[in-house]
């Protein structure tokens, strides 16, 4: 079945850039949607946004002017940036698969990043 | 955006009872409603897709129903390794939203 791995830093300082990547293995990148999905502790789950293998993105107003996705075919990942961040975006960050008419269906593990100096 | 109600927010209930879990959604949506298990530390799985489509693998004690702006997920004989938290989300519109999550908790 599909796997999902994310990958970045655990800590981002205050006004800082997080990056993260999500390597895609037993399952082709070059279908459906692309997904990041973040939840703060004892919050709820927030969709950020998705990206499809063509590079089209939908984005969450909430967070549109400071996240940038991007995907790389070629070594079967995707990636999030979101820029000025501040402690409410302290958050485990998923990605996941997302299939058109039927949602979210395969998700990572998770990383927590915390943002803190 | 579209807000989703889960109810309740936490529940707990015996082995065998049969449990229901609500999301009502702030406009309709068709049946772009999935429903999720996620336990501590692990990576949520999907239950239910299209509102009332079982996932593969998924044992038949688990049923999803609705439509519209109304849903419901079953638990039909409730087992020890359900306790957990459940959440739905819409993926009718964007941007997508998530269910508050129920935690659920075995007596």
């Known amino acids: 079945q599909v796997q999902l791995q994310e990958s970045g830093p655990g800590l981002v300082r205050p006004s800082g850039t997080l990056s993260l990547t999500c390597v895609v293995s037993?399952?082709?990148?070059?279908?459906?949607?692309w997904t990041w999905v973040r939840q703060p502790p004892g919050r709820g789950l927030e969709w950020i946004g998705e990206i499809n293998p063509s590079g089209t993105t939908n984005y969450n107003p909430s967070l549109k002017s400071r996240i940038s996705m991007s995907v790389d075919k070629s070594e079967s990942q995707f990636s999030l940036k979101l820029n000025s961040m501040t402690a409410g975006d302290t958050a485990v960050y998923y990605c996941?698969?997302?299939?058109?008419?039927?949602?979210?269906?395969?998700w990572g593990q998770g990383t927590l990043v915390t943002v803190s100096s | 955006d579209i807000q989703m109600t889960q109810s309740p927010s936490a529940m707990s209930a015996s082995v065998g009872d049969r449990v229901t879990i609500t999301c009502r959604a702030s406009?309709?949506?068709?049946?772009?409603l999935a429903w999720f298990q996620q336990k501590p530390g692990k990576a949520p799985k999907r239950l239910i897709y299209?509102?009332?489509t079982l996932q593969s693998g998924v044992p038949s004690r688990f049923s999803g129903s609705g439509s519209g702006t109304e849903f419901t997920l079953t638990i039909s004989s409730l087992q020890p390794e359900d306790s957990a938290t459940y959440f739905c989300?819409?993926?009718?519109?964007?941007?997508?939203?998530f269910g508050q999550g129920t935690k659920l908790e075995i007596k």
């Open positions: 996941a698969r997302m299939i058109s008419g039927e949602g979210i269906d395969y």
């Open positions: 989300l819409q993926h009718n519109n964007y941007p997508y939203t």
């Open positions: 406009q309709a949506l068709y049946d772009y």
């Open positions: 299209a509102a009332s």
């Open positions: 037993a399952g082709s990148i070059n279908s459906h949607w």
